[in-house]
């Protein structure tokens, strides 16, 4: 793979489960041998450097803090030089976590942890951070709030950064840029919605989503259209019969029968369309990609 981030610039690599996320982040970080290639950071070779060496803060989904030491403590061990007492105060600013400094980790919730494990990894000075499913062990109640004050990182660190997580909506909250990857392999990359409106591969369709990309074969072409753009109404222009409803709090999702395949739709969770109804669907044009069936390359 090729991948290039830019200082004060958040790359995002989402994928299902064993793609090779975190083995890509161990091995920027040092911590696994890469059999051939090339890793620069701040304009130099760091491959053959050791983990000390590299300047690579990792941040794990286990946040690895000192249970015996303060959150204080925790975060003064992460500084290089053991230095200024302001730049430990800036770090817990900027992570949110000034508040309880003289508290042992096992009395923080989860995402208060990882906040630490953060501002721990930022005041080793690093030359990019890499964070490897951070919310993976947070309260899903909380995690958007928890995204939400990461972004907090960049009022102190302006190096790139390298965000991993199989939630795609996650990486589009955080990214610059999107990186799909699965099997080892760099499907697709570049602007978050770009990635997702229009991926360049079916791949990439089916990764992203909280349901996949349908897909249908018409005409010796494959069409790809996301359930959100399915347009549902009396006259649309492809005839179907709803076989089965899911409520998904303010939506639902139909799956939808119909001579091109099975569609699903999503609409709002008030329509009254339940299974065996006959309903008629819309593709808009602007809204339909199409791969070729061979090469499953976007056209």
Same mark, same amino acid.
Request: contains cysteine; charged residues 25%.
């Given at each position: 793979?090729?991948?290039s981030v830019?200082?004060a610039?958040?790359?995002?690599?989402v994928? +299902?489960s064993?793609?090779?996320?975190?083995?890509?982040?161990?091995?920027i970080?040092g *911590?696994? +041998?890469i !059999?051939a290639?090339? /890793?620069a950071l701040?304009?130099? !070779?760091?491959?053959?450097l050791?983990p000390?060496?590299r300047?690579?803060a990792? $941040?794990f989904?286990?946040?690895?803090? /000192?249970?015996t030491m303060s @959150?204080?403590?925790?975060?003064?061990?992460g500084?290089?030089?053991?230095g200024p007492s302001?730049?430990?105060? &800036?770090?817990?600013r !900027?992570?949110? $976590? &000034?508040?309880?400094?003289?508290?042992? +980790?096992?009395?923080l &919730?989860?995402?208060?942890?990882?906040r630490v494990? /953060? %501002?721990r990894a930022?005041l080793?000075d690093?030359h990019a951070?890499l964070l490897?499913?951070? *919310?993976?062990?947070?309260?899903?109640? *909380?995690?958007?709030? $928890?995204?939400?004050?990461l972004?907090?990182?960049?009022?102190?660190?302006?190096g790139?950064?390298?965000?991993?997580?199989?939630?795609?909506?996650?990486a589009m909250g $955080?990214a610059?840029?999107?990186?799909?990857? =699965?099997d080892?392999? =760099?499907?697709d990359?570049?602007?978050?919605?770009r990635v997702?409106?229009?991926?360049?591969? =079916? %791949?990439?369709?089916r990764?992203?989503?909280?349901?996949?990309m349908?897909l249908l074969?018409?005409?010796g072409?494959?069409?790809? /259209?996301?359930?959100?753009r399915?347009? @549902?109404?009396?006259h649309?222009? =492809?005839?179907?019969?709803v076989v089965?409803r899911?409520?998904?709090?303010?939506?639902?999702y139909l799956?939808?029968?119909?001579?091109l395949g099975d569609?699903i739709?999503?609409?709002?969770?008030?329509?009254?369309i339940?299974?065996?109804?006959? @309903?008629?669907?819309?593709? +808009?044009d602007?809204? @339909?990609r199409r791969?070729?069936?061979?090469t499953?390359?976007?056209r």
């Amino acid at each position: 793979m090729t991948l290039s981030v830019a200082p004060a610039r958040t790359l995002a690599v989402v994928g +299902p489960s064993g793609a090779g996320k975190s083995t890509l982040l161990k091995a920027i970080a040092g *911590l696994v +041998p890469i !059999a051939a290639g090339r /890793i620069a950071l701040a304009g130099r !070779a760091i491959e053959r450097l050791p983990p000390q060496e590299r300047r690579a803060a990792l $941040v794990f989904q286990d946040d690895a803090l /000192i249970a015996t030491m303060s @959150v204080r403590d925790n975060l003064r061990f992460g500084m290089r030089d053991r230095g200024p007492s302001e730049r430990l105060a &800036s770090a817990a600013r !900027a992570l949110h $976590v &000034s508040g309880f400094l003289d508290r042992r +980790p096992r009395e923080l &919730s989860g995402g208060e942890r990882q906040r630490v494990a /953060i %501002a721990r990894a930022l005041l080793s000075d690093p030359h990019a951070l890499l964070l490897d499913e951070p *919310l993976a062990h947070v309260d899903p109640a *909380l995690r958007r709030a $928890v995204r939400a004050e990461l972004l907090g990182v960049r009022a102190f660190f302006d190096g790139p950064m390298l965000y991993v997580t199989h939630d795609h909506a996650e990486a589009m909250g $955080v990214a610059d840029e999107l990186a799909v990857l =699965i099997d080892g392999r =760099i499907e697709d990359c570049g602007e978050p919605q770009r990635v997702y409106d229009c991926p360049r591969t =079916i %791949a990439t369709a089916r990764a992203l989503g909280d349901r996949p990309m349908n897909l249908l074969t018409h005409a010796g072409e494959l069409l790809g /259209i996301r359930p959100e753009r399915v347009v @549902v109404g009396a006259h649309g222009a =492809i005839d179907g019969e709803v076989v089965d409803r899911e409520p998904s709090g303010p939506d639902a999702y139909l799956c939808v029968r119909t001579a091109l395949g099975d569609v699903i739709a999503r609409v709002d969770a008030a329509a009254t369309i339940g299974a065996g109804e006959r @309903v008629r669907l819309d593709f +808009p044009d602007a809204w @339909v990609r199409r791969f070729d069936p061979t090469t499953r390359v976007a056209r």
